[in-house]
């Protein structure tokens, strides 16, 4: 799907490639000034903890942005990072759950057209451990307040009424990231904004430039909020079957004529839209119709799509059909890879099925029943039971 790359490009059609798309950039003066010297370096990151989802495809989508405009670009399995957020990977699972990561990475570029050989894969942990970054970590507690590091977190870490020390220190150490991966830019979704800022606030404290911050938007799930990995109602996973991803496309709240919280149009504007533009700048969505209500309509822009459902003219089932029929094409070349056998086990160990917890019988309660053929012994009377009392 994606263009020639060898074709030269100004420093302002570079720009407005790079930042198609995105809610947010910080630091545009220093992006364009970068650009007219040379070409940019950025790292995109993920922590390996629950299965990614369709909606990672948003940041693919710019990470082909990025490799056309001629930046080098860097994806980041922050091993550690999912370690440290509340446990939801445990240690023994994220060396795994990181090869899973990278393959699936792999895999979706892959399936939108994307050429892998400009991209460098790097795990978290072989730097991150090292006694210059320790040393550097040290350094940031040693200035950062907790009410900061705290506030950096708040849209990323996982929080609860008693959160561990653990996301305390993500924040800091996804600010020194940027340094040892030796990037201009850092790369990620509007929710990582707190922790932007925080980066660009106690990076230069330690001697460090601040780094410029490109922000997508965030996708909203199936029903309308976050489409997250802990909801399951809310996403389709990347492995998902055609059936199961026509079930949860049908079940997502849709309501005709509503632009204003509807996950399914969302999805098309910003994953599917986008998409379709990395040929050849032509973007296409197709809205399948029987022959006998009108048959397909193209759409060669979000916003004649959004005009036409608000309006009515375009069916909250037919939306939901195409969508499903796009999801899967996506789909089935990373459906297709998983289905060999060294991926069936790497997944199967780095997501083992929960155990089953076996419950425990219940004992039937026995009555002390007298039996049929014998007569309860009468009580005895006061008087018997005192009269064999010693005192």
Avoid at 342 to 367: R, W
Wanted: with cysteine; aromatic share 8%.
């Amino acid at each position: 799907m994606s263009k020639d790359t060898t074709v030269q490009m100004t420093p302002e059609e570079k720009l407005k490639l790079i930042t198609r798309n995105l809610q947010e950039v910080l630091g545009g003066e220093e992006l364009k000034k970068l650009l007219s010297e040379r070409d940019i370096s950025l790292y995109w990151g993920t922590a390996p903890t629950g299965k990614p989802h369709i909606a990672y495809f948003l940041a693919m989508t710019k990470i082909a942005d990025f490799l056309q405009a001629g930046c080098h670009v860097k994806v980041l399995i922050a091993d550690i990072h999912a370690f440290l957020d509340n446990l939801k990977s445990p240690i023994e699972l994220v060396k795994l759950r990181a090869q899973y990561y990278e393959q699936i990475v792999k895999c979706m570029l892959k399936s939108i057209g994307v050429p892998l050989e400009k991209l460098e894969f790097v795990i978290g942990s072989s730097y991150e451990l090292t006694p210059e970054f320790t040393m550097d970590n040290y350094k940031l507690a040693s200035c950062v307040t907790e009410h900061d590091a705290k506030k950096a977190g708040a849209e990323v870490v996982k929080q609860s009424d008693s959160p561990p020390l653990s996301g305390l220190l993500y924040p800091g150490m996804q600010a020194l990231d940027e340094h040892y991966l030796g990037v201009d830019a850092q790369f990620g979704g509007v929710d990582q904004r707190k922790i932007f800022t925080f980066a660009e606030k106690y990076l230069p404290i330690l001697g460090y430039k601040k780094r410029i911050h490109m922000m997508n938007p965030m996708v909203p799930g199936l029903q309308g909020a976050k489409m997250s990995s802990s909801d399951p109602d809310s996403k389709i996973d990347l492995l998902d079957s055609k059936k199961s991803v026509k079930t949860k496309i049908n079940k997502a709240f849709c309501e005709e004529g509503n632009v204003e919280t509807n996950g399914v149009l969302m999805f098309v504007k910003h994953v599917l839209f986008p998409i379709s533009s990395l040929r050849d700048d032509k973007p296409e969505f197709v809205v399948e119709r029987p022959e006998k209500y009108g048959g397909n309509t193209v759409y060669s822009d979000y916003e004649s799509l959004e005009r036409d459902f608000a309006e009515k003219n375009v069916h909250p089932g037919d939306l939901k059909n195409s969508v499903s029929s796009a999801i899967n094409i996506l789909l089935d070349p990373i459906r297709e890879h998983f289905e060999q056998p060294e991926m069936q086990k790497l997944l199967a160990e780095a997501y083992p099925a929960p155990k089953a917890v076996a419950k425990p019988v219940k004992q039937k309660k026995k009555h002390n029943k007298c039996p049929e053929d014998r007569t309860a012994p009468a009580a005895e009377s006061v008087e018997e039971k005192l009269a064999g009392t010693t005192i």
